[in-house]
């Protein structure tokens, strides 16, 4: 029999075999202002109503399958019409994956822009799907001539359009997304993790394009830790994309715990304009310091570039202080690091350690 690194390189396919499994750095013990968390707990009394509800919870049993009760809060929150539904994932991650293999045709594409969420790519290559990303432009506008060319010449299956992006932070103009609408063939999905810090929504446009679907997380907005994602739209596209969903897919207490912070939504709302006023403020103190670009931004993490930025970012690692190094990850993000907004005292945290890492180089 073949040794086990031969055995390995002969089964599983080569681009598997070149890939990097998504990295998620140690963090126990620093301020993590690298994920795009809610840095907030929910009240005490709601956490207390929560914990209740928690041990009354029927985990000897299988949840809900469809999380009907779940789904109909979220479609009660977006006042969504009796054509339109609600799909749950265990986060977005695995709805980009339905999505992606619902339409993996033979020489099907998916397309995205770049610099974007790396798991639009990483899916793709799962599936061994065709994947084209289309760069922004310089100021990581849509370059929409480059855009229309490449859905012209591809016709993707599938295009996924993060709104606000990660990891630049700007939010597309509205109408180059209804630009891109009217020209796919294809299915467009508007992915609106960072919805609860931006100021617009292409929910209200589901009835307009029929290749439209919205992915939404409550990941950003303080359920990072249940994994729940969920896509709008009509309940035709939604049905097949079902079919591939595996059987009990949001576990009991995800369901539990996600219904009572929905009915205390404007518990989360509140913390989330918290942190877009939080968010002005390290904006303008990042500004202020010399030789630093500052991103605007509609989502809860500011995007900089500043020179040596890797030596930075080590240096705020010395210091208790962990963000996301950019660099080297794409051309465009040459030199540039990304910052979760945090609590008032963890950015004051990052602001200092920021700037005795900028003076150490």
Not at 16 to 29: D, E, F, K, Q, T
Not at 157 to 168: E, R, S, V
Request: aromatic share 6%; charged share 15%; proline share 5%.
């Amino acid at each position: 029999m073949s040794s086990l690194p031969a055995l390995i390189n002969q089964l599983v396919r080569p681009e598997i075999l070149a890939l990097n499994a998504y990295h998620v750095p140690a963090s126990a013990g620093m301020v993590k202002l690298d994920a795009m968390e809610n840095p907030y707990l929910v009240p005490a009394a709601l956490r207390a109503e929560i914990a209740a509800a928690v041990s009354e919870a029927a985990i000897n049993r299988y949840p809900d399958p469809s999380a009907q009760g779940l789904r109909q809060k979220i479609r009660d929150l977006l006042q969504l019409s009796d054509d339109m539904d609600v799909l749950l994932g265990n986060g977005s991650d695995e709805l980009i994956q339905l999505l992606a293999m619902a339409v993996n045709k033979p020489n099907a594409t998916l397309l995205s822009v770049e610099p974007s969420f790396v798991m639009y790519k990483m899916i793709a290559t799962f599936l061994g799907m065709r994947y084209v990303g289309v760069p922004l432009a310089a100021d990581f506008s849509l370059d929409m001539s480059a855009m229309l060319a490449s859905i012209e010449r591809e016709q993707p299956a599938l295009i996924f359009l993060a709104y606000p992006n990660n990891p630049t932070g700007n939010a597309f103009s509205t109408a180059d997304i209804q630009q891109i609408l009217c020209a796919a063939q294809g299915l467009v999905v508007v992915d609106e993790a960072y919805y609860a810090f931006a100021e617009n929504s292409f929910v209200a446009h589901l009835t307009d394009y029929p290749n439209l679907l919205v992915m939404r997380t409550f990941s950003k907005l303080g359920m990072a830790g249940l994994r729940l994602g969920f896509l709008v739209g009509d309940k035709r596209w939604l049905a097949q994309l079902d079919k591939l969903r595996l059987p009990y897919n949001v576990g009991v207490l995800p369901q539990l715990v996600a219904s009572k912070l929905l009915q205390h939504h404007d518990v989360l709302l509140t913390q989330a304009a918290q942190i877009k006023q939080d968010r002005s403020k390290l904006a303008q103190q990042l500004s202020a310091i010399t030789g630093v670009q500052v991103f605007a931004s509609s989502a809860n993490f500011l995007l900089l570039r500043v020179a040596h930025a890797q030596e930075i970012f080590a240096g705020l690692k010395q210091r208790g202080v962990l963000i996301k190094n950019l660099h080297g990850g794409h051309a465009m993000l040459e030199n540039c690091l990304r910052v979760t907004v945090g609590t008032p005292a963890e950015n004051e945290r990052f602001i200092v350690a920021f700037k005795e890492s900028i003076q150490q180089g």
